[in-house]
């Protein structure tokens, strides 16, 4: 009924662990009919204010999740994306990103 009725459909999640391609894969293979555009993560909110400030920040998201970055500046970083990527989370990394 949603598809018809005159609405804008979005499917909404606060996942960081893989990019928005990946869970489309996995939400089609459990039957959703679905389009990527359909799709709003918080990966997709970072993205918006990242390109939205201007900013090339250091990514701290698990690695599924950096094609949602692909063409992000990321040299030379001023800010910094924090995702739930434990594997990133060391002293060498916080540093970095407190520098």
């Known amino acids: 009924r949603l598809r018809r009725a005159p609405v804008t459909i979005r499917f909404v999640t606060n996942t960081t662990k893989e990019c928005k391609r990946d869970l489309l894969d996995r939400l089609t293979?459990?039957?959703?009919?679905?389009?990527?555009?359909?799709?709003?993560?918080?990966?997709?909110?970072?993205?918006?204010?990242?390109?939205?400030?201007?900013?090339?920040?250091l990514l701290l998201v698990d690695d599924k999740a950096l094609p949602d970055f692909t063409g992000i500046p990321t040299d030379n970083p001023n800010a910094v994306v924090v995702g739930l990527a434990p594997e990133h989370f060391h002293y060498e990394m916080m540093n970095k990103a407190f520098r």
């Open 29 to 57: 293979k459990l039957g959703f009919d679905i389009a990527e555009s359909e799709i709003f993560t918080s990966l997709t909110a970072a993205r918006n204010l990242v390109e939205q400030k201007q900013v090339r920040p």
